[in-house]
T-cell receptor, first 116, second 111 residues
Framework: GAVVSQHPSWVICKSGTSVKIECRSL??????MFWYRQFPKQSLMLMAT?????????EQGVEKDKFLINHASLTLSTLTVTSAHPEDSSFYIC????????????FGPGTRLLVL | QKEVEQNSGPLSVPEGAIASLNCTYS??????FFWYRQYSGKSPELIMS????GDKEDGRFTAQLNKASQYVSLLIRDSQPSDSATYLC???????????FGKGNQVVVIP
């Protein structure tokens, strides 16, 4: 149980284009999902908390207009990197929390983004 | 923000030995603790959660929690080369609706 999928697993795009990443909880409902970014050999960095049916909560320094998050259902959250630039190239990982009130998070496999 | 410290550098252990990882935290009120394993190039995978003082065993893994001393540890018995990974300590930060992660400890199991 507690399986989280992400799509696509990797994407290469040209600078200036937008990229959408999907995060799905396959066998449970998640009112809260999280989006992280990880650069090579660095720690996980929380970008934003995605709440079903409401606006996402962004961490300090993360541009909400650049990283658009939509959590339209209890099993799907999407992250759109708008007008991507080479510095946005990173490993984007989502996680989902199955049980409200408990902090356990299950991670998706991640999406590797390369912006040329 | 809750502080989670994993100060040890990379840990090299021979195959079959016990790997011991430690994690300390700043908030005495923390209630939930987690160990994640992250292979190079992959996303984190939950290994153990622990909520009460004492030991919790799951296969070759044992988590130990001592709330009075504010540390949580992970023991890996009979270490295997497949255990070579970065291990992340995390605790539940209810007030901020998130997990607080340590920077991780790299474990290398030498055949």
């Amino acid at each position: 149980g507690a399986v989280v999928s992400q799509h696509p697993s990797w994407v290469i795009c040209k600078s200036g284009t937008s990229v959408k990443i999907e995060c799905r909880s396959l066998d449970f409902q998640a009112t809260t999902m999280f989006w992280y970014r990880q650069f090579p050999k660095q720690s996980l960095m929380l970008m934003a908390t995605s709440n079903e049916g409401s606006k996402a909560t962004y961490e300090q320094g993360v541009e909400k207009d650049k990283f658009l998050i939509n959590h339209a259902s209890l099993t799907l959250s999407t992250l759109t990197v708008t007008s991507a630039h080479p510095e946005d190239s990173s490993f984007y990982i989502c996680s989902a929390r199955p049980i409200p009130g408990e902090e356990t998070q299950y991670f998706g496999p991640g999406t590797r983004l390369l912006v040329l | 923000q809750k502080e989670v410290e994993q100060n040890s550098g990379p840990l090299s252990v021979p195959e079959g030995a016990i790997a011991s990882l430690n994690c300390t935290y700043s908030d005495r009120g923390s209630q939930s603790f987690f160990w994640y394993r992250q292979y190079s190039g992959k996303s984190p995978e939950l290994i153990m959660s622990i909520y009460s003082n004492g030991d919790k065993e799951d296969g070759r893994f044992t988590a130990q929690l001592n709330k009075a001393s504010q540390y949580v540890s992970l023991l890996i018995r009979d270490s295997q080369p497949s255990d070579s990974a970065t291990y992340l300590c995390a605790l539940g930060d209810y007030g901020n609706n998130r997990l607080a992660f340590g920077k991780g400890n790299q474990v290398v199991v030498i055949p």
